[in-house]
């Protein structure tokens, strides 16, 4: 496979892992956190929406009507995706929340390829395919597992109810990032602009969790978001909107070129190594959760997982 093509997928991981951790740092000043999911969101909408304007795409919006319906809804998984990381880093940290997300990602993209599902290319399932998604599973449920013992102070308590909920969450979140890159690479083909066709996925995302925002305000279930402290947020609190257009826009366009599975497994591979990296040192003001041996046996499986899926 073409080695650039593999780097940029394992680049594009890392930007996820930065995305979900900055992102708290806009929740902490917009006060909700699909308040947070919509500044975020329309930050990405408009830095593509200028790109694909520098580059004279936009006009491809033209041929919507001749694409399928369906291949218009790809933006749907982001605000779900994004609200998600949000929710479940205070309360697990980056490791544990990114590992959900990789198992879900990895459980997905393995039944789009082995399915041959959305339009994708079957492809065979593999001694490496079927031990590598082993050690995922096995991996998450060691760092779980060992996460309450990495628990800082003051993190928030969970009941096993909750615990449980939460850990459904993740999964699913997870697993709805390669059927959005899937979804938006037919879109891809429909419109031939990469550029518009990551704008108005983003748009959709968009207008999404803002009527999830309005509904949730109108039955006073979310407080209202906060702009003004947004001038005293770190630089770095931006990043989320650049990040998330960049995943998306990578995942797309290199699922049809090397698989969803192997995709994956590159991307989930920069997003465990950067989280666990963040939870080591703490980076973006979030808790240090040292990596502890069950923590960092869990990551080795989770590695070993990602690995096998594309080298065996």
């Not at 909408?45 to 001749?66: E, F, K, N, Q, Y």
């Not at 998450?140 to 928030?156: E, H």
């Not at 959709?204 to 925002?213: E, K």
Request: aromatic fraction near 6%; charged fraction near 10%.
């Amino acid at each position: 496979m073409n080695a650039a093509l593999l780097a940029a997928a394992l680049l594009i991981g890392c930007l996820l892992a930065v995305q979900a951790s900055v992102n708290l740092q806009l929740n902490k000043a917009v006060g909700t956190p699909y308040g947070a999911s919509t500044v975020q969101l329309g930050v990405a909408t408009a830095l593509l929406a200028l790109l694909a304007a520098a580059t004279g795409t936009l006009g491809a919006l033209g041929r919507l009507p001749d694409v399928e319906w369906w291949h218009l809804l790809g933006g749907l998984a982001s605000p779900l995706y994004i609200t998600s990381g949000i929710l479940l880093f205070p309360r697990l940290g980056a490791l544990a929340s990114v590992g959900l997300f990789v198992t879900g990602q990895m459980f997905a993209s393995l039944a789009l390829d082995l399915g041959g599902l959305l339009g994708l290319e079957r492809r065979g399932l593999s001694p490496g395919i079927a031990l590598g998604a082993l050690a995922v599973l096995a991996g998450i449920i060691v760092i779980i597992k060992g996460q309450q013992a990495a628990a800082p102070p003051g993190a928030p308590a969970m009941s096993g109810a909750g615990r449980t909920g939460w850990i459904t969450l993740g999964v699913v979140a997870g697993a709805l990032l390669p059927v959005q890159g899937a979804i938006n690479a037919k879109l891809r083909n429909g419109l031939q602009a990469p550029l518009t066709v990551a704008a108005f996925s983003f748009t959709v995302a968009t207008l999404a969790i803002a009527a999830v925002l309005l509904a949730l305000r109108l039955t006073g279930k979310t407080p209202r978001p906060r702009l003004a402290p947004l001038r005293s947020m770190p630089w770095w609190g931006w990043l989320g909107g650049a990040c998330a257009a960049g995943y998306v826009t990578g995942t797309f366009l290199l699922i049809p070129e090397i698989g969803a599975a192997v995709t994956v497994a590159l991307t989930v591979t920069g997003q465990q190594l950067t989280s666990a990296l963040i939870d080591h040192r703490g980076l973006f003001r979030l808790p240090e959760r040292l990596l502890t041996a069950p923590r960092l046996s869990g990551l080795g499986l989770l590695l070993a997982g990602s690995l096998a899926i594309q080298l065996v």
